[in-house]
C-alpha cells in the first residue's frame, strides 16, 4: 500500500509504503485490547456484585441463625407447657373419670414433613437447624392436636356430668317435719295399709316450697287427692310431685332452678293438716327420695 504525504512548503511530496499485514496486525491488536479491556471491566464488575451478594448472604445467615436460637428458646417452654398439660390431662381424666390416652398415640405425633433446601446461598448450620425446628413443631402441633381433642371431650363430659347434677333433686323441697316416709303405711282415712309413695313433711301453712333441681314444670293446678299440686320435669328421667300446696307459683311449661319457689305449704286435698307430699319418680317407678337428699333441711323423727 502507497501513500503520498504532500507537503504545504514547495508543495514537495514523499511516498510511503506500507505492508497490508502490518494494518491487519494492528487492527487485531486494537481488537483484542478493547476486547480484553471490556472482559475485564465485567469481570471486576461481577466480583464487585459477588461480594456484595456474598456479605448479603452472611448478613442473612447471622440474622438467621440468631433467630433459630431463638425460636429454640420458645420451643422448649412450649414442650414444657405441653408435658404439664399432659400431666395435668392424666388426673382430670382419672378424676372424671375417663380412659387415660394411650401412650403410644401421643407418640404418634412425633414424625412427619422432613424440609428440604436448594438454596445454595443457606449455609449448613441454618439447613440442619431448619431442618430440626420444622421436625419438632411437627411433633408439637400433633401432641397439641390430641391435646386439644382430649380436652374438647373432657369439657363435654364435665359438662354433661354438671347438667345431670343440676337437674338430679338432691335437697329437701320445705323446711319442716318428716311425719311420715316412703313405703307401707296405714291409710287414715281407710285404716287399711296401703303404700306411700314420697315423703309428708309437716309445715306452717305458708311455708314456701322449692325446687330440689333444675327442671321443666310439667303440670302446676288441682290433682286428685293431693288438691293443688305441682309437677316438675327434671329430664334423665326424673320427676317430682308437691301435693297439698295453698298456692302454687309457677305455670306449666316454666322453667325452674335448684331453690326457685314453685309453691306454699297448705292443706288442700286428702289431707289431715298442712303438710307437704313430696314424690321423686325415676322412669316412671316411684323411689324413697330420702336417697337424693344431700342435704339435712328437715327435721327428721
Known sequence: MDIIVISGKGNKTR???????YIVLGL???AVIIVSFFYNLTNFAKKEVDRSRLSQVENENRVVRNEIVRIEGEITGLEILL??????DKKLRSYAPLKPINEELRDMGIGGYTPTFEQEDLSSYVKRGLTALSETLDNLVGRARLQKSSFDELITHLRDKAYLRNHTPSIMPVQGWLIRGFGYHIDPFTGQVKMHEGLDIAAPTGTPVIAPADGTVRYAGNKNGFGLSVEIDHGYGFTTLYGHCQRIRVNAGMRVKRGDVIAYVGNTGRSTGPHLHYEI??????????SYILTASAIID
Open 15 to 21: 511516498n510511503l509504503r506500507i505492508k497490508l499485514a
Open 28 to 30: 487485531v491488536t486494537c
Open 83 to 88: 408435658d404439664s398439660l399432659e400431666i395435668y
Open 281 to 290: 319418680r325415676v322412669a316412671h317407678s316411684s323411689v324413697n327420695p330420702m
